[in-house]
């Protein structure tokens, strides 16, 4: 069997690109017996256009005769082509060795669900399957108040809009890791789809635009205000000033 994973990278220390049509590499791996046998990472063309690059990619992805494929969010067009196609999508993210293991021990969800072009939160629709990440400064359910600080908030949450669900953690970032950012280990965590930021630095911006997730903000104090008001939420794009 041959798989694709959508990667920042060309190799199986990568972490997943959450974006399908921009991915930079398609990372392909060849499954035998439940056991990987070889990879070879493959430049996307999708990632080159400017309009497009959901159908691009998908178009490539069938040429190199793939049978699944691993990655984040797909948007409607790209559905549409791997649907005509015959492959199957699977949501992963993390590393692309642990995606992959992931896989052959059937742990992987198909994704039903497709993105928004450009994905954000513009209306109640769009938000549908949203997981969105916020930093909270105290475990009180939905009526935790949102940290100004991105990073160090002392408890996460993950707010399902599809399931209307919220779950709030401890804060257990290892800020001392050389090989994982904040945003790496968050994502590894809890998989979000958008994270919400009052205060956040530039090189978090960064990465979060990387992994093609969307970053939102608003004058809220709690997540309940938040959720409340999804389709007022608004791009985040300024950096705080301080170091996370």
């Known amino acids: 069997m041959k798989i694709a994973i959508t990667c920042q990278e ?22 035998e017996n439940n056991k990987l046998t070889k990879t070879k990472a ?24 793939v049978e699944k494929i691993l990655t984040g969010q797909l948007g409607p067009n790209a559905t549409a082509v791997l649907e005509k196609l015959g492959i199957t999508a699977y949501q992963a993210s993390g590393k692309a060795k642990d995606a992959v293991n992931k896989f052959i021990n059937n742990e992987l ?15 109640k629709e769009k ?4 997981r969105i990440f916020f930093p909270l400064l105290d475990n009180q ?16 949450g993950l707010y399902d809009t599809g399931k209307k669900e919220l779950k709030v953690i401890e804060n257990n970032l290892n800020h001392t890791d050389p090989n994982k950012s904040s945003i790496d280990q968050i994502e590894e965590t809890v998989n979000p789809t958008t994270i919400f930021a009052k205060g956040i630095g530039g090189r978090a911006i960064s990465i979060i635009e990387e992994k ?5 903000t608003g004058d809220y104090k ?3 205000e938040a959720i409340r008001n999804l389709d007022k939420l608004e791009d985040q794009t300024e950096d705080c000033g301080h170091k996370h």
Request: charged content about 25%; glycine content about 14%.
């Open 222 to 224: 709690t997540v309940k």
């Open 212 to 216: 093609g997730l969307s970053l939102k």
């Open 141 to 156: 359910g939905e009526n935790s108040e949102i940290s100004e600080h991105f990073g160090h908030a002392p408890f996460f």
């Open 10 to 31: 060309g190799n199986l220390e990568s972490m997943v690109d959450q974006r399908f049509g921009r991915c930079k590499y398609f990372l392909i791996v060849d499954i």
């Open 109 to 123: 969800e198909i994704i039903s669900d497709t993105a928004e072009p450009h994905s954000g939160i513009s209306n």
């Open 127 to 130: 938000s549908k399957g949203e």
């Open 42 to 65: 493959i430049l996307n063309q999708g990632a080159e256009q400017g309009h497009g690059a959901g159908i691009k990619a998908a178009e490539q992805i069938g040429e190199l005769k």
